[in-house]
C-alpha cells in the first residue's frame, strides 16, 4: 500500500500547503499523528470544530442518523432536515425565517449573490479590502486579494471594494443600483480585524435607505466563535441575508444561507443534491444543541478574553499586537510568521497563517483551560525575547 503522504502527493491536486503532518485521531482540542504524538489543535479544520472534534453528541447523532438514511433528495420532505431548520431559524434574530441548506461557505455566498440579484433586480455588490469570501467564480468575485483572483479573470461584473471599518467609502460606494453589501463582521483571511459597532450601525442605516440587502459572512465567525452566538451580535444589527458553514454541523460538511421574508426565491432558481442531507441535519441538530446547552458563547468570550490577555503579557520583540474577538485570534507580527507556525508546529501547536505576518489561533471553543495556558507557554517559547521570562501565575 503507498504511504500516507505520498498518497495525498501522487492522487490529489496539490492545492493545499501542506504540513509534514499525519492526523489520525482528534478528541476535543487534541489531535494525534500516525505515531501517537499528540497536538493542541488551534486550527481546529479551519474554524470548522467549534464544539470540539469528535463531539459525543455529534457522533451519537451521526452514528443514529446512519443507521436510518444518509440521504434524500430535496423534492422529498425529511424529519431530520426539517428538525434541523427549526433549530436553525430558532437561533436566528426575528427578521430570518428562512433558509437555504448547501455545503460549504464559498456555496453559501454563492447563494446569497444569486437571492441578492433575483430579490433586487439589480446587478452591483460592494465588498471590502481584504475580505475573504471563498474560491469559486463567484464567491471569489467577492474576495479581494489578488493571488486568489488573477489566474482566474474575468470573474462576475458589478463587484467593487471598499477599506474596511470606513463607512464614508463605503457610503460613497453603495447607490440605487446595489443588489448587496457583502462583509465579513470580522476579517478572517484578511488578518483577525474585528468590525467596529459605529460602522455596522450606520451600514444598516445605509442598505435600508438605498434598498440594497446587508450580506453578513459569518462562515467562520458564527456559532459562537466570537463570544456571541453571531458576530453581528455584537453590534446591534441583523443582515438581510446570513451567510454559514463551517461549524454548522461541529464539523461535517455543511452550508446554509437564512433570508428574510423580502427575499423570494422559486422552484428550479437554486438547488443542491446534498445540501441538508440528513446526516448532516441530525449533526447540525446535536451541534447547535450542544453550543446552547453549554452556553458556549460564554466559553469563548471568557476564554478569548483570558488568552488575549495572557499573550499580550509575552516579552517579546517580534510580536506588534494581538487582537481579537472571543476565540478568533490574531498575533501580528513584526516578520514573516511561516517560520513560527513551523516552529510551533515541531513544539506541538498547531495554527494557521493569516497574510503574510500574523498567526491565527481558532481552537475549539471546548477547549480545556489547561491546554489554554500550554498554547500561551509554547507560543511564548517560540516569540519570546528569550533572556526574559513570561509569568503565567
Known amino acids: 500500500m503507498t504511504g ?41 479544520g479551519n474554524g470548522s470544530l467549534n464544539v470540539g472534534h469528535s463531539n459525543p453528541a455529534v457522533v451519537k447523532a451521526v452514528k443514529d442518523q446512519a443507521e436510518k438514511i444518509i440521504s434524500c433528495a430535496n423534492i422529498f420532505y425529511n424529519d431530520a432536515r426539517a428538525a434541523f431548520l427549526e433549530k436553525l431559524i430558532s437561533v436566528m434574530p426575528a427578521g430570518l425565517r428562512k433558509a437555504f441548506l448547501c455545503n460549504s461557505g464559498a456555496e453559501a455566498v454563492e447563494a446569497a449573490v444569486k437571492f441578492s440579484r433575483l430579490a433586487t433586480k439589480r446587478k452591483k455588490f460592494v465588498s471590502t479590502v481584504n475580505g475573504f469570501h471563498g474560491r469559486t467564480l463567484g464567491a471569489l468575485s467577492a474576495t479581494h486579494n489578488s493571488k486568489y483572483r488573477e489566474d482566474f479573470l474575468p470573474l462576475l461584473d458589478g463587484f467593487s471594494f471598499v477599506p474596511y471599518n470606513d463607512f464614508e467609502k463605503m457610503e460613497r460606494a453603495v447607490d440605487l443600483e446595489t443588489a448587496g453589501v457583502i462583509v465579513e463582521t470580522v476579517q478572517g483571511e484578511g488578518g483577525v480585524y474585528p468590525g467596529r459597532p459605529d460602522y455596522f450601525a450606520r451600514l444598516r442605516r445605509l442598505c435600508t435607505e438605498r434598498g440594497a440587502l446587508l450580506i453578513i459572512d459569518e462562515v467562520q465567525t458564527g456559532f459562537c466563535r466570537t463570544g456571541k452566538f ?26 446554509a444561507v437564512a433570508a428574510s421574508d423580502q427575499i423570494e426565491v422559486g422552484i428550479g432558481k437554486h438547488g443542491s443534491t446534498f445540501g441538508g442531507n440528513p ?47 472571543g476565540l478568533m485570534i490574531g498575533i501580528e507580527l513584526k516578520e514573516k510568521a511561516k517560520p513560527y507556525v513551523l516552529d510551533l508546529l515541531e513544539r506541538g501547536l498547531l495554527v494557521l497563517p493569516s497574510g503574510l505576518n500574523i498567526i491565527r489561533l481558532l481552537p475549539p471553543l471546548t477547549i480545556p483551560r489547561d491546554d489554554i495556558d500550554r498554547v500561551i507557554e509554547r507560543i511564548a517559547a517560540s516569540l519570546g525575547d528569550k533572556e526574559k521570562s513570561f509569568p503565567l501565575d
Open 4 to 44: 500516507l503522504r505520498e498518497a495525498e502527493k501522487i492522487y490529489s491536486f496539490p492545492v493545499y500547503p501542506k504540513r509534514d503532518l499525519v492526523l489520525v485521531k482528534g478528541e476535543n482540542a487534541a489531535v494525534f499523528d500516525e505515531n501517537g504524538r499528540e497536538y493542541i489543535d488551534c486550527v481546529a
Open 230 to 255: 453571531f458576530g453581528f451580535e455584537h453590534f446591534g444589527v441583523a443582515p438581510d441575508i446570513l451567510c454559514l458553514a463551517k461549524s454548522i454541523a461541529g464539523g461535517l460538511p455543511m452550508g
Open 279 to 325: 446526516l448532516c441535519c441530525a449533526a447540525g441538530t446535536a451541534a447547535i444543541e450542544f453550543m446552547l446547552e453549554n452556553k458556549l458563547w460564554l466559553e469563548a468570550e471568557r476564554k478569548g478574553s483570558y488568552l488575549m490577555e495572557r499573550l499580550r503579557l509575552i516579552k517579546s520583540s517580534k510580536i506588534r499586537e494581538v487582537r481579537g474577538l
